[in-house]
């Protein structure tokens, strides 16, 4: 490949962690398409890799092969509204996806923080949102259509190919491509939100408390302070009237401060880092508590344009004051400066075999850095701290972990392997981080 083909294939994901120029970018329009294209690739004996909208932190779907784009495979292709049972096509997004279903009447279960990445993008590599009864995305997934290395279509679903689904549903996109998902939806839902600034030590005394008495609760940790910001989402009928932020009110909290101030004061902060301990003091003892009530997914969901780095480790839940303490306690001890805060998510258990929530409920940290100033020293620090307890990086996001090492994280790591040797043998959907994380 040329330069000038090299400069026209190259893909960078949203975090420009990483940059790849595959011998071959793709946009299938079909299922079809896509079984054409992967039989193609194994002529030429070239990797296969689908990308959904590159929000892994990871370069979980990089290759040097084919890169296939989904901005062609959209949209709703079946609904029923009385079952809840909706069929989407693998390359939407979950923004596309929210607001079509609720002029369906319905709601996805739960969400996370975002919504941009696709559908498939989403549960293949583990979201979640938060939630003590809720499970992370792929506990919605009631069946897939998956393309082979040999280029065959399989349907899966608990009837059907039933091993496939069981392993697949969080596939890390191991195991082929899939093209459309079948999720479990329900009647359309509001959600009332209230935010509020809390002292991070008499959160700890009501942290289980909040867990279990909200529907979605969630907090951020401003390190170098003792504050927090709690998010607590209770569920309404979506008949009832809405209360949305005002216009203004939003455009100032969620643009102008949350993404415009914030970046400005992070690209100054860089320059001198000893301001940023002050920074977070004033930005923790800056918020104001506010109350609303909105469609769902506008709640669950926020803008983020503020570009960063970022892991997130799920722990068992009774170990969450230990390890802030312990960041807190290494933060302290070799000065090094956060700008951003700690986000801290809970989840049902599942049995999904690769999902970072396993077997137990869950607490998910999340820790981030801006994307102009290093983020190894801290990122590794903190992983070590997630590793005495036991935790499970993000599969889309950022962490330092090999096979060996996780294997012993999940008991049903050799099942996913064997179904995945059984799907792929030669690795036709293989690349440099599956290696690492599977093994082979």
């Not at 040329?2 to 790849?20: F, H, I, K, L, P």
């Not at 401003?222 to 709690?230: A, C, E, K």
């Not at 800056?286 to 609303?292: D, G, I, K, M, Q």
Request: aromatic residues 10%; hydrophobic residues 40%; contains cysteine.
């Amino acid at each position: 490949m040329n330069e000038a083909d090299q400069a026209r294939n190259s893909w960078t994901n949203w975090a420009a962690t990483y940059t790849v120029s595959p011998r071959t970018v793709a946009h299938p329009a079909s299922t079809e398409e896509v079984a054409e294209l992967i039989v193609a690739a194994g002529r030429q004996d070239l990797s296969v890799k689908a990308v959904g909208a590159g929000h892994s932190f990871t370069d979980i779907a990089a290759t040097r092969g084919v890169l296939m784009l989904p901005d062609r495979l959209t949209g709703i292709l079946t609904a029923d509204a009385e079952t809840g049972l909706v069929t989407v096509a693998g390359g939407t997004t979950l923004h596309e996806l929210n607001g079509a279903l609720w002029s369906l009447g319905l709601s996805m279960t739960n969400l996370g923080d975002i919504d941009s990445q696709t559908i498939t993008g989403a549960i293949s590599t583990g979201t979640h949102g938060t939630g003590r009864r809720f499970g992370g995305l792929a506990t919605q997934v009631r069946g897939f259509q998956l393309v082979t290395a040999a280029g065959d279509v399989l349907n899966c679903s608990a009837e059907e190919n039933p091993e496939i689904f069981s392993v697949g549903r969080i596939g890390l996109g191991a195991l082929g491509v899939i093209t459309a998902v079948t999720i479990q939806c329900e009647p359309a839902f509001a959600l009332h939100a209230v935010e509020k600034p809390e002292s991070y030590d008499a959160l700890l005394e009501t942290v289980g408390a909040n867990v279990s008495d909200n529907d979605h609760f969630e907090f951020y940790w401003f390190p170098h302070t003792r504050r927090v910001l709690t998010k607590a989402n209770n569920r309404v009928s979506a008949q009832d009237p809405l209360a949305p932020v005002g216009r203004v009110r939003g455009w100032i909290d969620d643009e102008f401060l949350s993404n415009t101030v914030f970046e400005r004061i992070n690209r100054i902060t860089t320059r001198r880092p000893s301001l940023i301990g002050p920074a977070n003091k004033i930005a923790a003892r800056a918020l104001s508590a506010r109350e609303y009530t909105d469609r769902s997914y506008r709640v669950f969901a926020s803008p983020r344009r503020v570009r960063f780095r970022e892991m997130e480790y799920a722990l068992p839940r009774k170990t969450l004051s230990y390890v802030i303490d312990e960041i807190d306690l290494w933060l302290r001890r070799q000065d090094e400066r956060v700008g951003f805060p700690v986000e801290v998510r809970f989840a049902a258990a599942d049995d999904i075999p690769l999902s970072t929530a396993y077997g137990r409920e869950t607490c998910y940290i999340a820790v981030h850095q801006y994307h102009r100033r290093p983020f190894e020293r801290y990122f590794l620090a903190v992983e070590r701290i997630v590793r005495s307890v036991g935790g499970r990086p993000h599969w889309g996001k950022l962490h330092f972990r090999t096979a060996e090492d996780l294997a012993p994280q999940y008991p049903e790591f050799d099942r996913f392997l064997a179904v995945r040797q059984s799907l792929d043998p030669g690795r036709r959907f293989g690349n440099d981080y599956l290696r690492r994380v599977l093994g082979s």
